[in-house]
């Protein structure tokens, strides 16, 4: 029987694509997507004992992603405007 680790490592591994998806979209320079992708899958890894199996795994991930990288946008936007 596989431990929920495993599971998500699995999981975030056949849906890379998803997550690269995203940064791209909202990240232009490769050091600040390094970051952005290490924070998702620890962002992850955190959140996976509370993920309802109700919800498509895929949804989830998309959700976390993209909630990652909207708030780092938010941070950098406001730095700026110091």
Avoid: C, G
């Avoid at 909630?67 to 406001?78: A, C, D, G, H, Q």
């Amino acid at each position: 029987m596989k431990s929920a680790k495993e599971d998500i490592l699995q999981y975030i591994e056949e849906n890379k694509n998803l997550i690269f998806k995203i940064v791209n979209a909202y990240s232009y320079y490769p050091e600040e997507q390094e970051d952005l992708i290490q924070e998702i899958i620890i962002n992850l890894l955190k959140s996976y004992e509370k993920f309802d199996h109700a919800v498509k795994i895929t949804t989830w991930m998309y959700k976390i992603a993209f909630n990652v990288v909207i708030s780092y946008n938010r941070k950098i936007k406001t730095r700026e405007k110091y």
